[in-house]
C-alpha cells in the first residue's frame, strides 16, 4: 500500500466511495469572483467612522529618539491623533520572541511603536490617524522627531566582533542563538575520504513581495469590549490570541476576520508591530482604523529572510558513496526576533535539513544566528530549504565533478533507496516514506537527459555554454506541535472542521485554514463533495472567521491539505453517518442498507433512490415532531485532526533547470524547468502543479534577482518594485511538473504538503545549472542572487 | 491642497460627474469614490500592474494616471468590462486553467491579456510572455496564464479561419 506510485501510472486506491472529485483537477468555482474584480480584500472594506493610520518610520537603521514634535501635526485638518510608543505602551506590552526547545535562545523585549531607539530603517515610531489616507500621509509630513544617530551592526560577518557595538547591551552580545549538531566521526571521515569538496555559499537577503500589502482594519467596540479585527493573515487564531494577551483582553472578546488574502507566502503569519499598533489605536480611540503598507513600507518591515553565509564539505569514497556533510551556517535576523515564531527556526531548519536526501551516516553542523540592524527576518516560504538544498546539492555536484561522475548518476547512487524506510536522516529527521529513487527516474525520462546532454556538449563547442542543474530535496509538511507548541509558542498544530447539512441539502464546511490563493477551499470542497455524496456545487466553503471556524493553525509549514483536508475529511465522513442515520429512522430501515449517492439516500440492494437531501433537511430542520422522541438529529458535526505519529511528515522531489548563460553580457536564459513532486496523495493535479510552478519561480527570483540591498550604514537601497526586480513572465520558463503519490499513512487521505518544495529546490537547480554552464571555464558562483556582474566577475571580465 | 475640479467621464457605461483634488489619482478615485473595488493598488509606482484599468480603449496605469485627465473620456474596469462580456473568453480559460491563485493579479493581467488579443491575434507564447511582463503575478509562476492567454488566442484563429 505505502509504496511510490507514478501518477500517470497506477491510480491510488479511493479514499472514499463514489469519488468523482478527489485527485481530479477541478476547477476552484468559488474563484470565479476574484477574476471578475468582486474579491474582498482588507484594502476594500470601508466603514463608517474609519480612521486611516500612517506610521513615522526610524528614516536611520539605529537611533535615540531624543523628542518627538507633533503639534503641528495634530493640528492638519481631518487629523484624528498622533500617538507615540510611551502612549502605545500604557496599552499594550511589549513581547520578547523565543522559543523554549531552541535552548539558549536570547531576544529582547520590543514594542508596538519604538520607545527610546528605534532599531533598523522602518521600524514604526510614531503613528498619525486621519479621516483620509490622504489626509493622515499630509500630517506625516509634519511630524519631527529629534534623534541621534547610534551606531549600525550592518554585516552579519563582523557581528559577534568584540569591538562590534551591542545591539541590545542587557543581552551580552549579538548572539541571538547557536546550535551544534555533531552525530559523531566527522573527522575521521573527512581524514579518510578519497574526496573532499568545499564551498562557502552566500544567500541574498530577500522578501516576499505579496501583491497585495500587508493590511488589517481593527474595529473597537467601547459599548461592549469587543474587538474585531479584518486581517490579511495566514493565522487568525494565532493573532486572536496575541492580541487578547497583549492588550489585556479576554480571548473571547477577540475576533479576528480574514477575508480574500493576496498573497501572503509566509509573509503574513508574523505579528507585526504595527498589527499591534493599528489595533491599539482602535481601542484608545473607539472607531475602525484602516492601516494598508505602501510598498516602501512593505519592503522595509515585511520580514525578510535567508541572509546566510554557508561554509559546506563533503567527503566522498573513490567508488562514489556520500559519507559525511559538515556545514558552517552565519545568519543574521535584524536586531528583534520576530514574533511569535522566532528568527531562529530559519537557520535551525538548515541544520535539520542539510544532506536531507542522501543516505551517509556522519554529519556536523554549526549554527551562529546574529543580530543586526537590518529589518527583522522569519519564516518565508521554504523556511530554511532553500539554502540546505543549495548547500547540499552544490556539494553533491562538485563531488560528482571530481569524481567524474555524472551528476544525476551519483544522486541515484547516493539517495535514501524506496525500500529503506521507515528511518532517519543523518540530521536525526524521521523520514516516514520518500521516493527519491523513482523521482529521479521520472524526471530522467521526463527531460530526455541523454539526449539533452548530447545537445549541450555539440552546442558547446559552437560557443554556446548551456548547463543542466539538479536539485533533489525533502520538504518538512504537516507539522506536529513539535514546531511550535513544544517550545510555548501558541500556535496550533492541530486542525478542525465542521461539516453541516443545510436545510437546502446543501454542505457547509467550516475550517480553520484559510485561503491565501493556494485553492485550499477548492481542494476541501472536493474532499468534502466526496466525503458526503454531493455535487461539488451543493459545497460551500467558510474559512478565515475565528468566531465561526473551529479552532486552528491556519496556513503555514504546508499543512493546508494535509492537516486542514484530514480534519475535512473525517467532518465530512461523519456528517455522512449522521444522515444515514437519519434516513433510516425516517425510511424505518437498517442503516446497512441504505447508501448515500449524489444528494440521495439508495437503497444498497436494488439501487432505487429512496429520499433526497432536501427532504432530509426538511424533517430535521422543521419536522423533528415526525422523529421518534428520542432520536437526536446532529447534522453539524466538527472533527480535529493533528500529526501525531511523526514530528512532521516529510516530502520529497527533484528538479532539473536547463540555463544558457550568455559569457559576454553574464546573462542567464532560463530554457526549461522540471520539477518531480511527491506530496503523497495528489488531490487536485492542476493545483498543485501550479502551487510547484508558483514556488519555483520564487526560489528562481531568490536564485537570480531578488536581493534587499543595504548601503554600510544599513539602509535599504532598493525599497521598491523598480529596483527589487522579481521575476516577470517574459524571464521565466516553461515548467513542467509530474507527481510521484507516495501517500502518508499517518491519516486517512494521506496527502502530504506541496506549497514550499518547488521554492525549495529551484534554486539549487539553476545554480548548479550555471555552473554546468560555466565548466569549460573552470569557474563556479556559489552567491546568489547570480546577477549577470557576478558571473562576469567569475569569469574575469570585469 | 484643498482645491477641487470638476469633471466628468463614463465609467462603464454611465456618466460620471464629480469634484475632485487633482492630485487624486484615477484608481484611487475609481475605488474610494466610486467603489469599484476591482482595480487593486499594488505598487502605486506603476511596476506592477494590479491598477490597469482602461481609457478611451487603452490600457493604462490607475496608479499614475490621475483622475481629472481622464475628464471627457471614457474608463473601463474589470467590473464593467465583465457585465460588457468582453473578458467572458479569457475569465473562463483562466478559471479552467487555474490561471490565479490569490487574484490580486487577475484583473489587471486580464485586462492586459484583453488587449493582446484585440491588437495582436497572432501572438507566440513568447510573445504573450513578453506582452504580459508588465503585470506581476507572484503566486503562479505564469505558466498556467500564459497557458490560458494561449487557449483564447488559438480559439480566436480557429474561428476566423
Given at each position: 500500500m505505502n509504496k511510490p506510485n507514478d501518477l500517470a501510472g497506477l491510480a491510488l486506491d479511493p479514499v472514499t466511495a463514489d469519488q468523482r472529485y478527489i485527485g481530479e483537477s477541478e476547477p476552484r468555482y468559488s474563484a470565479k469572483r476574484l477574476l471578475e474584480g468582486q474579491g474582498t480584500y482588507v484594502d476594500d472594506l470601508q466603514f463608517p467612522r474609519m480612521g486611516h493610520v500612517v506610521y513615522w518610520r526610524s528614516p536611520v537603521a539605529h537611533m535615540r529618539i531624543i523628542k518627538i514634535h507633533s503639534a503641528a501635526a495634530r493640528k492638519m485638518p481631518g487629523v484624528l491623533a498622533v500617538v507615540d510608543g510611551v502612549q502605545m505602551a500604557t496599552i499594550c506590552k511589549p513581547w520578547v520572541a523565543t522559543l523554549s526547545h531552541l535552548a539558549g535562545m536570547k531576544s529582547a523585549p520590543q514594542h508596538a511603536l519604538a520607545i527610546e531607539r528605534a532599531c533598523w530603517q522602518g521600524e514604526p515610531v510614531v503613528a498619525v490617524v486621519a479621516d483620509t489616507r490622504a489626509r493622515a500621509e499630509d500630517a506625516l509630513q509634519l511630524i519631527e522627531v529629534e534623534w541621534e544617530e547610534l551606531p549600525a551592526v550592518v554585516s552579519m560577518l563582523t557581528a559577534l566582533d568584540p569591538e562590534t557595538p551591542l545591539i541590545h547591551p542587557e543581552l551580552g552580545d549579538n548572539l541571538c542563538f547557536s546550535r551544534t549538531l555533531d552525530v559523531g566521526q566527522v573527522d575521521e571521515q573527512f581524514a579518510t575520504a578519497e574526496i573532499v569538496a568545499e564551498a562557502t555559499f552566500s544567500f541574498g537577503r530577500h522578501t516576499g513581495v505579496t501583491l497585495e500589502p500587508r493590511c488589517q482594519i481593527a474595529d473597537y467596540n467601547p459599548g461592549d469590549g469587543r474587538l474585531t479585527v479584518y486581517h490579511s493573515q495566514q493565522a487568525p487564531h494565532m493573532m486572536q490570541d496575541l492580541y487578547c494577551r497583549q492588550f489585556g483582553l479576554a480571548e473571547s472578546d477577540v475576533h479576528v476576520i480574514c477575508k480574500d488574502v493576496g498573497g501572503s507566502f509566509g509573509i503574513k503569519v508574523h505579528a507585526y508591530p504595527d498589527d499591534f499598533a493599528t489595533v491599539g489605536l482602535a481601542i484608545l480611540l473607539g472607531r475602525p482604523i484602516k492601516f494598508v503598507a505602501d510598498r516602501l513600507e512593505s519592503f522595509t518591515s515585511d520580514i525578510h529572510a535567508r541572509e546566510h553565509q554557508v561554509k559546506g564539505r563533503i567527503a566522498v569514497n573513490k567508488q562514489g558513496d556520500i559519507l559525511a556533510f559538515e556545514i558552517d551556517d552565519l545568519t543574521a535576523i535584524g536586531p528583534y526576533s520576530m514574533f511569535?515564531?522566532?528568527?531562529?527556526i530559519e537557520g535551525n531548519q538548515v541544520v535539520n535539513l542539510v544532506g536531507g536526501p542522501y543516505k551517509h551516516q556522519h554529519y556536523r553542523a554549526q549554527l551562529k544566528v546574529v543580530f543586526q540592524n537590518k529589518t527583522p527576518t522569519c519564516q518565508y516560504r521554504g523556511v530554511g530549504h532553500p539554502i540546505a538544498c543549495a548547500v547540499t546539492e552544490g556539494l553533491v555536484d562538485l563531488a560528482a565533478e571530481k569524481l567524474q561522475m555524472d551528476p544525476l548518476a551519483f544522486r541515484q547512487r547516493n539517495v535514501i533507496p524506496d525500500d529503506a524506510y521507515p528511518c532517519s536522516g543523518a540530521s536525526g529527521i524521521k523520514l516516514e516514506i520518500l521516493s527519491h529513487e523513482q523521482c529521479l527516474r521520472t524526471i530522467e525520462k521526463m527531460m530526455n537527459y541523454t539526449q539533452l546532454r548530447q545537445e549541450q556538449a555539440k552546442l558547446r563547442k559552437k560557443g554556446i555554454y548551456r548547463g543542466i542543474g539538479f536539485a533533489a530535496l525533502i520538504e518538512l509538511t504537516n507539522p506536529s506541535a513539535a514546531f511550535y507548541g513544544v517550545g510555548g509558542a501558541r500556535i496550533a498544530s492541530q486542525d478542525g472542521a465542521t461539516a453541516r447539512l443545510d436545510p437546502s441539502g446543501v454542505v457547509s464546511i467550516m475550517v480553520g485554514v484559510g485561503e491565501q490563493g493556494q485553492g485550499t477551499e477548492g481542494i476541501y470542497a472536493q474532499i468534502a463533495a466526496d466525503a458526503v455524496g454531493v455535487s461539488i456545487k451543493d459545497v460551500r466553503i467558510i474559512t478565515g472567521d475565528t468566531a465561526v471556524t473551529p479552532y486552528g493553525g491556519g496556513t503555514w509549514a504546508s499543512r493546508g491539505a494535509g492537516i486542514g483536508g484530514e480534519a475535512v475529511l473525517l467532518a465530512a465522513q461523519a456528517l455522512q453517518e449522521n444522515i444515514l442515520q437519519l434516513a433510516a429512522v425516517i425510511l424505518k430501515r437498517d442503516v446497512a442498507d441504505l447508501l448515500i449517492r449524489r444528494s440521495q439516500i439508495i437503497d444498497h440492494a436494488t439501487g432505487q433512490a429512496l429520499l433526497p437531501f432536501t427532504e432530509i433537511g426538511r424533517i430535521a430542520y422543521f419536522r423533528t415532531d415526525t422523529l421518534p422522541n428520542d432520536f437526536k438529529v446532529d447534522l453539524m458535526v466538527t472533527r480535529h485532526f493533528a500529526q501525531r505519529d511523526y514530528p512532521f511528515i516529510f516530502t520529497n522531489g527533484v528538479q532539473a533547470s536547463y540555463v544558457e548563460v550568455d559569457i559576454d553580457t553574464g546573462f542567464v536564459k532560463l530554457l526549461k524547468h522540471w520539477a518531480v513532486e511527491d506530496c503523497g496523495r495528489v488531490l487536485n493535479p492542476m493545483l498543485v502543479d501550479e502551487q510547484v510552478r508558483g514556488a519555483i519561480v520564487q526560489g528562481i527570483g531568490g536564485a537570480l534577482y531578488e536581493e534587499c540591498l543595504y548601503d554600510d550604514s544599513g539602509l535599504l537601497r532598493n525599497g521598491n518594485m523598480a529596483d527589487y526586480l522579481v521575476p516577470m513572465a517574459n524571464e521565466m520558463p516553461d515548467i513542467e511538473v509530474a507527481h510521484v503519490q507516495t501517500p502518508t499513512?499517518?491519516?486517512?487521505?494521506?496527502a502530504k504538503g506541496a506549497g514550499e518544495a518547488g521554492t525549495a529546490g529551484a534554486p539549487a537547480a539553476v545554480m548548479n545549472a550555471i555552473n554546468d554552464a560555466l565548466l569549460p571555464f573552470n569557474v563556479k558562483v556559489f552567491d546568489q542572487p547570480i546577477t549577470s556582474e557576478k558571473i562576469l566577475r567569475t569569469l574575469g571580465k570585469i | 491642497m484643498n482645491q477641487k475640479i470638476p469633471i466628468e467621464m463614463i465609467v462603464n457605461g454611465n456618466t460620471i460627474q464629480a469634484e475632485i483634488e487633482p492630485r487624486r489619482h484615477l484608481v484611487d478615485f475609481l475605488r474610494e469614490d466610486l467603489g469599484l473595488k476591482g482595480p487593486h493598488l499594488g505598487c502605486?509606482?506603476?511596476?506592477?500592474?494590479?491598477?490597469t484599468v482602461r481609457v478611451d480603449g487603452q490600457i493604462v496605469r490607475g496608479c499614475l494616471y490621475l483622475a481629472v485627465q481622464a475628464n471627457g473620456k471614457v474608463v473601463d474596469t474589470v467590473e464593467g468590462l465583465t457585465a460588457q462580456g468582453v473578458l467572458t473568453a479569457l475569465q473562463n480559460a483562466f478559471l479552467r486553467r487555474n490561471a490565479m491563485q490569490c487574484g490580486f493579479c487577475s484583473s489587471g493581467m486580464l485586462l492586459s491579456a484583453a488587449e493582446l488579443i484585440e491588437q495582436r491575434p497572432e501572438a507566440t507564447r513568447e510573445q504573450v510572455r513578453e506582452w504580459i511582463s508588465g503585470n506581476y503575478c507572484r503566486c503562479t509562476g505564469y505558466h498556467s496564464i500564459v497557458d490560458a492567454i494561449m487557449n483564447v488566442l488559438e480559439a480566436q484563429r480557429e474561428q476566423t479561419e
Open positions: 511569535p515564531r522566532t528568527s531562529a499513512a499517518s491519516s486517512k487521505l494521506g | 502605486e509606482q506603476g511596476a506592477c500592474g494590479a491598477c
